[in-house]
């Protein structure tokens, strides 16, 4: 009796922790704060805060296309042929710093960097940067304040919950003005 209460006590035990950890897995779908270390520490408080380089200057096809796209090596060696380190440090003008060293090495070899994605979608959702940037929905609106960060991070779960609530909003919006809705909440529209 006792021995039977004991392994019926450990197989509750077990299939709870299974269902638990099956919930974790779920949970980890979410990956907003996701903040990983790239192959070198580009800086996005730099470039487009300090620095004040528009968004599309790097992210070229995000205006055109589905993707935003990570700008190749030539857009960072528009600058950093002759930009060797920052101002102020101790290195002198013509000493690249260890990172501007590393960034030009990978260019002249064409092997570029292998930067870590941050930000997928499953492979069953559609989403197309274009319409949104053309309809004038900001970057930071999906991605949170880039300009101010040292390391991106993921800003939003991206979550379907989160488009449907944005589209229905920009709909009511749109309604509101007289317009007809033109963000999508059908299944199809985002669902291959
Ligand atoms: C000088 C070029 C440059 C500019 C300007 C720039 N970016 Fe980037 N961006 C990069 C590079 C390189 C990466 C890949 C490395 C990284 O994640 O930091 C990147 C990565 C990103 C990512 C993460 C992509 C992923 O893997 O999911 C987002 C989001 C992003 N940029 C948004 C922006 C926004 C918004 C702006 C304007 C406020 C901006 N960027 C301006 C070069 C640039
Ligand atoms: C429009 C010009 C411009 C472009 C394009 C640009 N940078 Fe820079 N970058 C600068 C300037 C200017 C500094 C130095 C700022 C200072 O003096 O503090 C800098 C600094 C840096 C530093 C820190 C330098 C150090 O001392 O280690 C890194 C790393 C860097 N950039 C990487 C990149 C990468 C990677 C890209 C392309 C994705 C890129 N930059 C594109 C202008 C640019
Ligand atoms: C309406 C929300 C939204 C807006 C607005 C938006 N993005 Fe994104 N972005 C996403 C989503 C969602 C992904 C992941 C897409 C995927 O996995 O297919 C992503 C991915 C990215 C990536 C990763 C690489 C790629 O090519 O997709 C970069 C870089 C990026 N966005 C930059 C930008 C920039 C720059 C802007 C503004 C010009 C912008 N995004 C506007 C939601 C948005
Ligand atoms: C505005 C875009 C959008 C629309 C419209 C939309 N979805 Fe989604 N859907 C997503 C995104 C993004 C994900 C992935 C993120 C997530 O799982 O929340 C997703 C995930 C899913 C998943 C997988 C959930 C899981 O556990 O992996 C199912 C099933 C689904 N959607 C069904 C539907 C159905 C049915 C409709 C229509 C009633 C619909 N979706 C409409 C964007 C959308
Ligand atoms: C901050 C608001 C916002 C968020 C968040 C957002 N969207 Fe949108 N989306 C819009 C607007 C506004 C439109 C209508 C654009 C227009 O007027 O053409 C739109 C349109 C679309 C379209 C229609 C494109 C076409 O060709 O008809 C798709 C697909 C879409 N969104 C997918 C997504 C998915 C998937 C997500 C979540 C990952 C998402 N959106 C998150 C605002 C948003």
């Known amino acids: ?7 019926g006590a450990v197989a509750f035990g077990a299939s709870l922790m299974i269902f638990a950890l ?18 070198i520490p580009y800086s996005h408080a730099l470039h487009a805060g300090e620095l004040k380089l528009d968004c599309l200057f790097c992210h070229t ?17 528009k600058c950093h042929e002759t930009v060797l380190n920052r101002a102020g440090t101790s290195m002198g003008k013509s000493d690249p710093s260890p990172d501007i060293q590393k960034l030009r090495e990978a260019y002249a070899s064409g ?11 499953p492979a069953h959702v559609t989403f197309p940067h274009s319409r949104h940037v053309r309809a004038g929905v900001a970057c930071q609106s999906c ?10 991070e993921q800003a939003m779960a991206l979550t379907m919950g989160e488009c ?20 999508p909440t059908d299944c199809s529209a985002c669902h291959h």
């Not at 009796?1 to 392994?7: P, Y």
Request: glycine share 8%; net charge positive.
């Open 61 to 77: 096809s995000a205006e055109n296309s589905r993707h935003a796209g990570i700008p190749p090596l030539s857009t960072c060696m």
């Open 1 to 7: 009796m006792r021995t039977v209460a004991i392994t």
């Open 22 to 39: 099956s919930l974790d897995t779920r949970l980890l779908g979410d990956q907003s704060g996701y903040k990983p270390a790239q192959p």
């Open 111 to 121: 092997r570029g960097f292998e930067w870590v994605r941050i930000h997928r979608l």
């Open 143 to 152: 991605h949170g304040e880039v300009q101010g960060m040292e390391r991106v």
């Open 164 to 183: 449907l609530a944005c589209h229905r909003t920009e709909n009511q919006k749109q309604q509101l003005a007289g317009k007809p809705a033109q963000a």
